[in-house]
DNA sequence: GATGAATGAGGTTTCATTCAT
DNA sequence: AATGAATGAAACCTCATTCAT
């Protein structure tokens, strides 16, 4: 019993937060209220907040699934040895899921928005941001080590500039569902080699100061 | 009498403008009440509402503002020849405006998420940026003619990348104040110049493919 | 079989009831919620409901312990003839179970309230007090006839008065429980007894007007 | 123009309290709505609100309206010397106050109930009460010394069965408000003048043990 | 008999907007 | 022009009660 009990709790707590992803995406988390959420999950008031003691805790909610969207991008690096080709796999499994499963990522400008007002949002976006840059930032320095990566580039800012990368695809795509991601990742990937700078590509010269 | 009319005019929306970009870094458009806005500015509900039909238009004001904002980043551009040195002339006012004026920025992660979800913003927003990708699209496409850049990129999706790197500082400055601006731009050049590649750093090697 | 059950349904009904009494004193009966009863007793919302049809039905039932506790208060008068010391006996009986259980009487404030609103605890708080009243007339009409108490005192109006000893002492004591009861018992003892007023305790003085 | 304000806000608090204290003696406190009092002031909702953060807040002004009433008749008692008379005076303003003006003391056991509950309450009653009693008591010592009252007794729990002798009143003439007060205040005076014992009245046995 | 998840009406509170002064 | 009190619809949340399991 205590088994069935625990996995009803945990589906419908899922119940809830995919119908309120839906409705946070449709029209941010302030402009949705409680009855938008309990006519998409076809649940009672009563039942959602049997799940959620509030609207806020589905918010924080949702900013923990962020979390775990990021945690398993970083799975995707480990493994190798830290390398420019890491951030390549790194880049590939963050730019297929957008490609792939645009409207989950849609939520974070609401979340980005959220944390700088609301410090429980704040902490748990912050932990998420600072999670990867730290990973990244890892693989900068041993690829620095390497002598793939320029020795004097600070391995934090190169994390922050790649975690650009991310955050303005997924902030431009949201805006524009167009958006080719493949294009984006042929220039990130140009200048993350070298390629970008013409001169670099044909080799040798000395580069403007 | 119709020019002091319209200069007062101008001149209490400015006021009422200020006092509402205030509120809203500090609560988010949708937190922050007229009341709020009238303690802030010091007028009262009646003469707020003189100016603006309503909350929606303040927020509209401020997405008209950002427009302005960036419009004047554009500028900056503007004069030299399509090089890599227009990108940097750019880079530099923007990472200057960045780091000088760092509270006018944090609203600009509000109104992301505010464009998402209403039309009206998403107009203006779509706007603004459509024509910061255009102006940096164009360098690029001159720059490339210049063979300062590979040629077989897309130059709006190079347009599309360098907004990234603004747009990922815009956010994670107003997430970690502290950041450090200069360190970031540092990054940001060498990875236009080539100079992020150790490869192209030491002078031409062929880049991994 | 029939008594059997009948043990258990009593012994279920204790169980609520006490449960529901702590509660009650805690948080008053209108803030008190099934839930919080339900914790207490460590039952089911429907076991509950399986003995008492709804709340209404057991604040009734606090009402009627309540007047379970008057009458066995009551039966401490009994027995002698109607004296003064009738009168001692009971107030002995009742500030003996003040102040040796003074939780269980903490709830009479909160009957005394529901009473004024509510027709069903009106009636049995009603009932209560005028059998108290009318125990203690009777006694007080005893002693008037054997010359003990003032023959031109409403017997009625008596025992309203005597009720007030004890009414103004349960409020009093449940809003703070050091009171000394003790002290209070000596001070009605002496009123009753014609020792409060100086002049009586020294001796023949005619009282004032 | 800040006089007018001032005088309209009070004048407002006043309407709200008044509407207020008519609900609240119709269905008590927490069974009261806010739309009752709405209802009953003629105001709406927000009107309400602008002059009260909350119902808990309009509780807290019936418990501060309480205390100004108590004030008042602490009033009557002064002035003059510390005799059984300055209680007689007390006495007499009190039930004067509570037959002619019943309705109003009809709120006090649903404050007692609060009290119980609600710290912001307790307060507020507790300190009116300890008023009460602290005038009584000096009142009482005053009494002693001019050898009226018998100097075995303490003040304070004089003090007390006093009181008692009004809040029983408030609450036997709220359950039942045809109840005569003057019998009740006869038998009262009876008690603290020595009358009550007819051994007293009679004149000089002495008292029993 | 027992359980506790679900219901949904109804409560409290907020706030964009209006309008008499 | 300016004021700020008033409005009331709509938001969030609670909880007595029911009923499928």
Redo the contacts between chains.
Sequence with gaps: MPRVRKEHLAARRQQILRGAAVCFA???F??TTMEDICRQTELSMGAVYRYFSGKDQIIAAMAEAGRERHHELLEAMRGGAGT??SLERLAHAFFSMLEYDAEVW?LD??L??????NPAI?RV??AT?RGVRAAIAETVREA?EQ?????E??P???A??I???????V??K???PR??VW??V???R????????????R??Q???A
């Design positions: 449709r029209k941010g302030h402009q420019l080709q849609a400008p609401e980005w928005a959220e944390a700088l007002r704040r976006v912050g941001t620095q002598g793939e990566v320029n020795p580039l600070d934090e800012a190169v922050r500039v975690v650009s990368f991310f955050e303005g695809l902030l431009q949201a805006l524009d958006l080719d294009q984006y042929t220039v990130v140009a200048m993350l080699t070298g390629l970008f700078w013409q001169g670099a590509a080799g040798g000395s580069p403007p």
